[in-house]
Each structure stands twice: as C-alpha cells, then as structure tokens.
C-alpha cells in the first residue's frame, strides 16, 4: 500500500471550511483514497473514499489531482465537533486499511 | 441502526493472564478487522476475517489468536498478557470482503485493555 503524508496539525475556524492535504505519490493506478476520522478515543468513522474523480457526501468532499499524487479533504463548514485526528489512506480496494500519522484538526470558535 | 458491538468495553487483566475481546458486527456484515491503538499511537491493523477464514495478517504477536463464528461474530484471543498490550482495540465489520466492500470500514466503540 501507497505511504502517504499529512500535516501533523491543522487549527480553523469555527464555520470556515477546512481544507487537509494528503500526498500519496507512489500511489499505483488501482489503489483508492480513503478518509477516516478519530475522534478522542472513540472509533474511526468513515468520511469519504474516491479513485480519480472528485467525490462529495453529506460529510464532506474529495479532490484529487489529475495525477493523483494529492488530495484534499474539505469540511465545507467545520464545527467544534469535528475537532479530530484526520487520517488519510491509500488501499487497494476492499483490503484492510493501514492508519499512518494523520492531521489533528482544531477547530476553534 | 445497529452497529459494531464489542465486550467488554473496560477490561483489567494481570501480567500472564488470558484475556478474550469479543465483536459483534452490523448484521449481515461478513468481513471482521481487529486493530489495536496503544496511547498516543495510531491504529494497527492486527488481522481480519471474511465468511470465517482469516483474510489478512497484520502485526499480531504470537501470543494473540482470533477466529470468527458461523454467526460472524468474532473473538481476540490474548494471552500470556505483557503490560504493552495495553491499548484501545477496536473492532470494525464491512459487507463484501475483498472483492465487494464498498471500502467503508464501521469501527465500533472499542475495548480498553489494561494490564497491571
């Protein structure tokens, strides 16, 4: 699986959009992004997955680059409740997910 | 809606002895992932299940064994306990195994392991 880097921290603004980076470039033609969430101590919860297009859901959305070597999870408006640790994956597609370091995102009113 | 159900959720062992995590998934889920979290670290994948055979094999010791059920529920087997398998350990379930998982992995809320 493709190793991917992510800011080791993030601070925004309550009610601004919170925009994470990811880079991923050894990532190979057949293996998805995905994006997972932590939040103290509970489980990780899914956000978001996509392969090449740009991907949207209730929660957020998903840029990759043409060349897929970034990506860029947006939280169109981010509230106290998604202070987290963001994390994002490289996987073949239906293979266990290899959580590396992710972003802790603060988000602050 | 259901969701991934895991017991204990606080377990407190000593050096040596056994401990067994047990997960239930969302019903009709037939794929199982077991992660351990250490304090301060991430999440390690340990190993997973699908239709009840083991799938894939991450870092889990020697001293750790799991299986899943005909029911699909499955069980962390931990023994000869050392103070460093403290952690958070975390059970997740998909639908569909390796070929038809949607890629989305449900977590549950975890067993806390503490070894004195």
């Known amino acids: 699986d493709a190793k991917t880097t992510q800011p080791t921290s993030m601070d925004c603004a309550e009610g601004r959009a919170a925009n994470l980076p990811c880079n991923h470039s050894?990532?190979?033609?057949?293996?998805?992004v995905y994006w997972y969430r932590q939040i103290h101590s509970q489980g990780p919860q899914y956000i978001i997955h996509?392969?090449?297009n740009n991907e949207t859901n209730e929660m957020a959305s998903l840029i990759i680059t043409e060349d897929r070597k970034s990506s860029t999870l947006i939280l169109p408006h981010a509230t106290l409740r998604d202070t987290a640790v963001y994390y994002c994956?490289?996987?073949?597609?239906?293979?266990?997910?290899?959580f590396g370091a992710g972003t802790i995102l603060r988000v602050k009113s | 809606a259901a969701g991934v159900i895991q017991s204990p959720r606080h377990l407190i062992k000593e050096k040596r002895e056994t401990a067994t995590l047990k997960c239930y998934p969302i019903?009709?889920?037939?794929?199982v992932y077991w992660y351990q979290q250490g304090p301060g670290q991430d999440p390690q994948f340990l190993i997973s299940?699908?239709?009840?055979?083991?799938?894939d094999k991450g870092s889990i010791p020697d001293r750790f064994s799991a299986q899943q059920f005909s029911d699909y529920h499955s069980e962390l087997n931990m023994s000869s306990l050392e103070l460093g398998d403290s952690a958070l350990y975390f059970c997740?379930?998909?639908?569909?195994?390796?070929?038809?998982?949607?890629?989305?992995?449900?977590f549950g809320e975890g067993s806390r392991l503490t070894v004195l």
């Open positions: 050894t990532i190979s033609g057949n293996e998805y």
């Open positions: 299940f699908y239709e009840k055979m083991q799938s």
């Open positions: 994956i490289v996987s073949l597609y239906g293979n266990k997910l290899v």
């Open positions: 997740a379930s998909s639908l569909g195994g390796l070929a038809g998982s949607t890629g989305e992995l449900f």
């Open positions: 996509g392969l090449k």
């Open positions: 019903p009709r889920h037939d794929t």
